[in-house]
């Protein structure tokens, strides 16, 4: 007994419509994450201030991350804060 595979190959109007819907799918994907993640953000300023310290923030930062577009992931830029102010304090401890 023989098994043949069919490959459809997907070209034109059919690739762009695939194209199109892959797009939009990543866009929305993107945009729950980010809100998600907006939502966790602002629930981390009910902490106090040495709470925010020992995971390496500051009550600053949340407000520059949560400043940013609403499409946009403010998580990476809570990261991207956390992480300057963790090298500044290693590069002034070696000093």
Do not use: C, Y
Request: hydrophobic share 45%; aromatic share 4%; proline share 1%.
């Amino acid at each position: 007994m023989t098994t043949t595979t069919r490959m459809i190959e997907v070209t034109g109007f059919t690739r762009t419509i695939a194209t199109f819907a892959s797009q939009a799918a990543n866009f929305v994907r993107q945009v729950i994450v980010a809100r998600r993640n907006r939502k966790t953000i602002m629930s981390l300023g009910e902490w106090n201030d040495e709470m925010l310290h020992d995971i390496g923030v500051t009550r600053a930062d949340l407000h520059s991350a949560i400043g940013t577009s609403l499409l946009d992931d403010p998580s990476e830029r809570l990261g991207a804060l956390a992480d300057v102010r963790s090298r500044v304090r290693a590069a002034r401890s070696i000093i």
